[in-house]
């Protein structure tokens, strides 16, 4: 019995009827896919005009010309009463509505139709398929936050049993705990691991500093998806090592579907099936391939609820080989507001900290992992897990670094921690900006 499939029929997702339009999206050609995608905009935009009143009065008319003519959806705009966002017809005891994370510092409930989040499914099943995953069959260890009240708790538990996933909770990674972990792959038949990225990194070390490959006493893993966080060339290296199985990133949002997948190519493919996805610059036009900009993004089959043009709150840059069928992420770059603001007004990425931490945290096994957070325009605290603290040398190191990749003259305050504090999700939000 396919149990995956059959608890998303009981819960009302029409995943056998949506697999046929999928499957349909899929088999557009490649010259038609361009004028396919512009009639699928057109329609979910006229449509939400129509019969969403908290859209039509965004947009501030009910008809448009031109798609940049649209506004562009932030989540600001969502933080109000569900029940006022949704399009005509659909109740809150219809939809499919969850909640986003709040990792960006923008928490909102969000609703999909049940024929736009069976599309999603469907979505993810064909991409997880591509590495022999397989939602019905497949047992997934998990490595992902839970939540802690207890109804909560025991009803991701039961999910987590319908699905064949063992969920491993990610809030406190220390040694004693990924010994437990390290025990259930002995006992357990994985076929692959789901996970936030850093998370499944410190498993990795945990490994590597035991000198133990994973698939050497957990031989039925297949492959690694990691998710949610920057995923870093070494840090695969390191992972694809200890745990002897190819390493997959995914670039998703819970409120649209996955942005984008690493295919069998290495490709960083975006989902052009249900999506549409356009880079913008700072005046909300859209620039060339090979350009950065802010991802926006159109959810294309949501009809219970409006993601047109919506600012998700990233930047990236799309591939100069990409086609409107075929079109890859060349780059995700970070979020918009995990941008450090310096002396100089020079605005510096938060994931420039990576570069400035990367000759001694990375390259040394003492050092965990680490956040860092901007308290003034000047001073930045870098907060790590280790067994041992920086030396004075190391601190040199890191402080030369950040004069080269940011600029001189900047105070560095670093913080030894047992455990660093990560979202009520337990993602782990690598650069803050604390001043605003």
């Not at 999206?25 to 896919?33: A, C, G, S, T």
């Not at 909300?284 to 949501?302: C, D, H």
Request: aromatic share 12%; glycine share 6%; proline share 3%.
């Amino acid at each position: 019995m396919k149990i995956f499939d059959l608890t998303l029929k009981i819960n009302g997702f029409p995943i056998e009827k949506t697999q046929k339009v999928y499957d349909e999206i899929l088999n557009v050609k490649e010259e038609d896919y361009a004028e396919f995608t512009e009639t699928r905009k057109r329609e979910i935009a006229e449509y939400h005009l129509k019969n969403n009143t908290f859209y039509r009065n965004l947009v501030g008319k009910d008809t448009f010309e031109n798609w940049t003519d649209l506004p562009i959806l932030n989540k600001k705009n969502l933080q109000q009463p569900i029940q006022d966002r949704l399009s005509v017809g659909y109740t809150i005891k219809n939809v499919f509505l969850n909640k986003t994370s709040g990792s960006s510092g923008d928490p909102f409930v969000f609703a999909k139709d049940k024929w736009a989040h069976a599309l999603t499914w469907n979505s993810i099943i064909h991409k997880f398929g591509q590495y022999g995953v397989d939602n019905n069959t497949s047992y997934q260890a998990r490595f992902y936050g839970i939540p802690l009240d207890k109804i909560g708790y025991y009803k991701e538990r039961l999910k987590d049993l319908l699905s064949k996933r063992y969920r491993f909770p990610i809030f406190n990674l220390n040694d004693t705990f990924l010994e437990t972990v390290l025990a259930k792959f002995k006992t357990k038949k994985f076929d692959h691991i789901n996970g936030y990225t850093s998370s499944v990194v410190l498993f990795a070390k945990f490994l590597q500093k035991k000198n133990i490959i994973l698939t050497d006493i957990c031989p039925t893993l297949k492959v690694c998806l990691v998710t949610s966080e920057m995923l870093f060339d070494d840090d695969k290296k390191l992972m694809e090592t200890q745990f002897g199985i190819p390493v997959v990133n995914e670039y998703g949002a819970s409120e649209l579907d996955l942005i984008a997948f690493q295919n069998p190519k290495g490709e960083w493919a975006l989902n052009t099936e249900t999506l549409f996805i356009e880079i913008l610059d700072e005046n909300n036009q859209p620039v060339p391939n090979g350009v950065e900009g802010k991802i926006v993004i159109t959810s294309l089959y949501n009809k219970a609820h409006p993601f047109i043009r919506y600012e998700i709150g990233d930047v990236g840059i799309i591939d100069e080989k990409s086609t409107a069928k075929h079109a890859i992420l060349k780059k995700l770059i970070g979020r918009t507001n995990d941008v450090a603001i310096l002396p100089s007004g020079r605005k510096a990425p938060g994931l420039t900290f990576y570069y400035v931490t990367k000759s001694v945290i990375k390259d040394d096994g003492n050092v965990q992992e680490f956040i860092i957070k901007q308290h003034k325009l000047d001073t930045f605290e870098i907060e790590y897990v280790a067994k041992n603290e920086l030396t004075e040398t190391e601190k040199e190191e890191i402080i030369k670094a950040g004069n080269k990749y940011l600029e001189p003259n900047l105070n560095y305050i670093f913080s030894k921690k047992d455990i660093l504090e990560r979202t009520a999700r337990g993602k782990l939000k690598q650069f803050q900006n604390l001043i605003g």
